[in-house]
């Protein structure tokens, strides 16, 4: 069974900077997609970032210009780097992964980023 851990959330101020880090338990060289999503209180699931094995990445609009997705496949870990973080951006932070076309994503267990001052 593959696992995805999650870290990196905190409490940061508005204007701040975290990196969110998502490590699997087996290699991630020839994953479909893998990405990030959140949940603020109340609200549905977002898509926030993807990154496919050929390297594209799409981004919500709320994100771009701020975040930014990358992979490193010797530490099968993605991250999401977050720059300038507003309050609204205040959620729950999960990754996912696709490790083929047409199999079911696998989730991890989420990080939570407050947004505050």
């Known amino acids: 069974q593959v696992q995805l851990v999650e870290s990196g959330g905190n409490l940061v101020q508005p204007g701040g900077s975290l990196r969110l880090s998502c490590a699997a338990s087996r290699t991630i060289f020839e994953v479909y997609d893998m990405g990030w999503y959140r949940q603020a209180p109340g609200k549905q699931r977002e898509l926030v970032a993807t990154?496919?094995?050929?390297?594209?990445?799409n981004y919500a609009d709320a994100v771009k210009g701020r975040f930014t997705i990358s992979r490193d496949n010797a530490k099968n870990t993605v991250y999401l780097q977050m720059n300038t973080l507003k309050p609204e951006d205040t959620a729950v932070y999960y990754c996912?992964?696709?490790?083929?076309?047409?199999?079911?994503?696998?989730w991890g267990q989420g990080t939570q980023v407050t947004v505050s001052s």
């Open positions: 990154l496919t094995s050929g390297g594209s990445t």
């Open positions: 996912y992964a696709v490790f083929r076309l047409g199999s079911y994503p696998v």
